[in-house]
């Protein structure tokens, strides 16, 4: 929430993006205008607040006792603000919200486009980033992640099916080289292997009957990003493991068949979640009562 202390909240971006571009992004300023009001209050106080060169931007000394001293006073003033925007009669301002780009793809239709249907004064700002976020630190309100992973101090509002991965070919690479029964014959099968934002290459979980498994499958191919795998499988260049929401359609229309579902359960649910130190301004709380009229 803007306060109209705009010197005040340019110094406090620039200071958590370290960067006047990514500041000057959040705040809906031109970068210009964003370094005239850092230098605007730079000369007041008679003192630099940050050291800049062509590729880093870093608080001084002086900054950061001016950072920890402004910061809670900023914060109170923006709940402030909130509360008192708050009394109307529907939701309004901007809500933002940082999410991963597959959870972004699940609550788009289901739940994002009722919501803004159903308050049109509600500004929505979806950050997709497929790190864990610190929300908080970062000044967003809330966040999409899946239960497993959403920080212990942390709220969460639980949103729609628990959910499942597939593991799919296309109906011509499995006439080639045969249906997979058990995660252990995938030594001998082709697959499309996922790089995690890590770098790490991600091992694909069973669980059957309380066994679980996990399985460094083999392929000549590894991809990041969930499309791209789809593509892959329906050229018959291997298996894929995907979440069913990604494979819908193509299981629907035949162009890929499912093996192993009996060794893929459930996992976690995907969950709205916030900090409970901060206030919850009205359009947060509008999208948790949507969450749990839905289901």
Known sequence: MRTGLTEFEAVLAVARHRSF??????????????????????????????????????????????VADVAPAIASLGVAIERASDEGDAPRG???INTSTGAARRVMAPLLVPYLTRYPDVRLDLVTDDRLTDIVRDGFDAGFRT???VPADMI????????????????????????????SDLASHRCIRARMRSGHIYH????????????DVPGVLTLDEPNLM???ARAGLGLTYLT???????????SLVRVLEDWTPPFDRLCLYYSGRRHVPGALRALIDLIRETG
């Open 21 to 66: 571009r990514a500041a000057a992004g959040e705040l809906n300023l031109s970068t210009s205008a964003l370094s005239q009001s850092v230098a605007s209050l730079e000369a007041r106080l008679g003192t630099r607040l940050f050291h800049r060169t062509t590729r880093s931007v870093r608080l001084t000394e002086a900054g950061e006792r001016f």
């Open 147 to 149: 239960a497993d992973i």
């Open 204 to 215: 694909w979980e069973f669980e059957r009957h309380g066994e679980a498994i996990e399985v």
């Open 156 to 183: 969460a509002v639980p949103f729609g099916e628990p959910i499942r991965f597939a593991v799919v070919g296309s109906p011509g690479y499995l006439a080639a080289k045969g249906t997979p029964r058990n995660p």
């Open 244 to 254: 069913e929401f990604n494979v819908a359609e193509d299981l629907a229309s035949g």
């Open 230 to 232: 789809l593509e892959a």
């Open 94 to 96: 901007t809500l933002r």
